[in-house]
């Protein structure tokens, strides 16, 4: 019959259930595959020994509702087609994972069932040898009418979001029509043997706290777990302590109605935890993301519909495996660049209040920094990235300059003009810029300019900051700083000698453009400055900014790099780690010309916001 073997680490995992599809087929097969579980993968476990086993795909970020708690009424930008994962994408990606040991994967969105492939993804997702789980989260609209299809393709589990039991008060919540379909499509999973059927419930105060017992009343004749989720501070959903309600006082709520709730074990990696009334059908649990953390058994990974891999749904720190994919990179390489994401991973996110303040994406986009961060297209050989003004080549579209109008459009306030003098002539030069808006006259700081430091501000303290009391390295806490615009400059310079400067003037390098290939690795290097210098928090840039200018006098590439946030930390590290990754970017391009390269002058020129004040070289 229908026998597949496949050997992963050295077990040996034998699908005899491959043509079966019921729940209780399902369930056979998940207890075969425990008892004979490969050893877990090193890729997968973090510093602190957590084995991440769980995996979440988003299809897509489109949605078909506009809920409240999770995206702005008008909605969010999406990402472009072109740079979202291909299906192939998305299947290379869940093999990789679960021949690592992921046992469990979870489709989300967005909304999953609007993606047209999603039967067929989750047909794919049940051949691989290993994989035990195959869920979905879902609205529900879509539901009654696929989910025969799903569960023939081998869909084990299911969750529905419904966050009120009232079709009027539904309406207002999502913004659109549908409470029906939703229903239908819960009792559709309860028909065809799904037990327990999950729902999801966000707890607004002042909106559906209220009808918590009509929810709990549900799983006395119904197999559902109803999910009590406490309301969670994403961007755009206008996050208030006020409007969420703790665990423990919809617990409390709760109990006064049925004293005789009891508490089930917690399952490990478990998120919820579970009560069950004696004599229910079903039972009901409570997600305590903000009151009580569940970090330290957490096990979950999510990689979002662009392909940026995120180890923490509360954490703004992503690593984009489309990019690393479409580069070709191999699967040893990619695992590489997993476990180091993985073993960065933090013990705990940074509580509910500090998450309220952090620069994270909508819900809707979990798991694309903000479509509007200046930062390079994905493929760099289908770049618009250009340079700024270049005598004597063809003109081409910018990608900075359609960022700009973007964030014009948007009321972002643009980095001010520095101060600049004009470079030695003599050769065609060619500017390169990341951002459109800078004069097309305008040079870069005069690669000459040796004037020592002349802050405006007050003068800096004279004790380090970055240790603690004892005198050992730790980070400093910001945590009671005002939030403030930061906006740092930084510049360097890269003395090429006559030979590579010439080849690098004419674009004539065996490798390609130095100069936008270290413009770009510039503005990559602003973006991941926490993830390089051990104390430095991770900020949200708003705006990055690489120039390169060739000083012919000097046979030299000057390079300037500002960055801009608001936030209660300043962002001279990252002007200065982009200034100095192009510099070092331009020397590996080309090394192979010429050793004698000097990299030099890697220096602060300009710091403005914060409380220590503003910062101006002279």
Same mark, same amino acid.
């Given at each position: ?15 005899i259930?491959?043509?079966l599809?019921?729940?209780?087929? =399902? ?9 004979h579980?490969a ?5 997968l ?8 086993? &769980?995996?979440?795909?988003? =299809?897509?970020?489109k ?14 930008p999406l990402?472009?087609?072109? %740079?979202?994962?291909?299906?192939e ?12 040991? $992921?046992?469990k994967?979870r ?35 879509n ?6 299809q799903?569960q023939k393709a ?9 966050d ?6 539904f ?6 029509k549908?409470? &029906? ?17 999950? #729902?999801?419930?966000?707890v /607004?105060?002042g ?9 709990v ?11 009590f989720?406490? &309301? ?6 206008k ?5 969420m309600v703790?665990y423990?006082?919809m617990?409390? !709520? ?9 508490? =089930?074990?917690?399952?490990? !990696?478990?998120?919820?935890?579970a ?25 979950r990974?999510?990689i979002?519909? %662009?392909?940026?891999?995120k ?8 690593? !984009? ?7 070709g ?6 695992l ?5 994401? $993985? ?8 509580? /509910?209040?500090?998450?309220?303040? /952090?620069?994270n994406?909508p819900m809707?986009l ?5 479509m ?11 770049s618009f990235?250009?340079p ?10 910018s ?25 030695g002539?003599? !050769?065609?030069?060619?500017h390169?810029?990341s ?27 004279s ?9 050992r ?6 945590g ?18 006559? #030979?590579a ?10 490798k390609?453009?130095?100069?936008v290939?270290?413009q ?6 602003a ?29 030299? $590439? ?14 001279e ?7 100095a ?6 020397y590996? /391009?080309?090394?192979?010309v010429?050793?004698?390269i ?5 220096k ?9 004040g ?5």
């Amino acid at each position: 019959c229908c026998t597949n073997v496949g050997v992963r680490k050295g077990a040996v995992a034998v699908d005899i259930w491959g043509y079966l599809s019921s729940p209780q087929e =399902l369930s056979k097969r998940r207890q075969f595959l425990r008892e004979h579980a490969a050893p877990f993968s090193a890729f997968l476990t973090d510093s602190f020994g957590r084995q991440h086993s &769980y995996l979440r795909i988003s =299809l897509t970020e489109k949605c078909n509702l506009r809920c409240q708690y999770c995206m702005p009424e008008e909605g969010v930008p999406l990402t472009p087609k072109a %740079d979202l994962l291909t299906t192939e994408e998305i299947l290379t990606l869940a093999r990789l994972f679960v021949k690592e040991g $992921v046992n469990k994967i979870r489709l989300t969105g967005g909304e999953p069932l609007i993606r047209p492939d999603v039967v067929n993804i989750v047909a794919q997702l049940r051949q691989l040898e290993g994989l035990r789980t195959i869920g979905i989260t879902t609205n529900g609209i879509n539901l009654a009418r696929l989910l025969p299809q799903l569960q023939k393709a081998g869909l084990s589990a299911i969750n529905i979001s419904l966050d009120t039991l009232v079709p009027a008060k539904f309406e207002f919540i999502v913004r659109r029509k549908g409470f &029906y379909k939703v229903m239908e499509g819960i009792h559709k999973a309860i028909e065809l043997g799904y037990n327990p059927v999950k #729902v999801n419930c966000v707890v /607004m105060r002042g909106l559906n706290e209220d009808e918590l017992l009509d929810f709990v009343a549900l799983t006395e004749g119904l197999p559902l777990d109803v999910r009590f989720i406490e &309301y969670m501070p994403f961007d755009g959903n206008k996050w208030n302590f006020k409007k969420m309600v703790s665990y423990k006082e919809m617990l409390d !709520s709760i109990r006064q109605q049925w004293p005789e709730l009891e508490k =089930l074990p917690e399952e490990e !990696s478990s998120t919820a935890k579970a009560f069950k009334i004696p004599g229910f059908q079903g039972q009901i649990s409570f997600i305590t993301s903000m009151s009580e953390h569940f970090c330290g058994t957490c096990n979950r990974l999510r990689i979002t519909a %662009d392909g940026s891999l995120k180890v923490c749904l509360f954490g703004n720190s992503e690593v !984009s495996l489309r990019d690393h994919l479409r580069a070709g990179a191999c699967e040893q390489e990619l695992l590489r660049i997993i476990q180091a994401a $993985v073993g960065r991973k933090k013990r705990q996110h940074a509580g /509910m209040f500090n998450i309220s303040q /952090m620069k994270n994406r909508p819900m809707i986009l979990i798991e694309l920094l903000l479509m509007f961060q200046d930062s390079p297209p994905a493929n760099p050989s289908t770049s618009f990235w250009d340079p700024f003004h270049i005598q004597g080549l063809r003109p081409r579209v910018s990608f900075s300059s359609q960022m700009a109008t973007l964030w014009k459009g948007r009321g972002v306030p643009q980095t001010p003009p520095i101060a600049q003098q004009r470079l030695g002539s003599g !050769s065609p030069q060619r500017h390169y810029t990341s951002h459109a808006d800078s004069d097309a006259n305008s040079k870069c700081l005069s690669p000459g300019s040796q004037a020592p430091a002349a802050p405006s501000g007050p003068p800096s303290t004279s004790e380090l900051t970055h240790v603690d009391s004892e005198g050992r390295a730790a980070m400093v806490d910001v945590g009671g700083k005002p939030d403030t615009e930061r906006v740092a400059v930084a510049s360097a310079v890269v003395l090429l000698g006559p #030979v590579a400067f010439k080849l690098v003037q004419q674009n004539q390098l065996k490798k390609g453009d130095a100069l936008v290939v270290a413009q770009l690795a510039g503005v990559q290097a602003a973006k991941l400055t926490s993830q390089l210098i051990p104390l430095c928090h991770h900020v949200a840039l708003s705006h990055v900014q690489v120039r390169l200018e060739l000083d012919s006098r000097r046979h030299a $590439v000057v390079i300037q790099a500002s960055c801009r946030a608001q936030g209660p930390t300043g962002v001279e590290m990252e002007a200065l780690t982009s200034a100095a990754v192009a510099a070092l970017t331009l020397y590996d /391009m080309c090394k192979a010309v010429s050793r004698d390269i000097v990299l030099k002058e890697i220096k602060l020129i300009s710091k403005t916001g914060g409380q220590r004040g503003d910062f101006h070289r002279a």
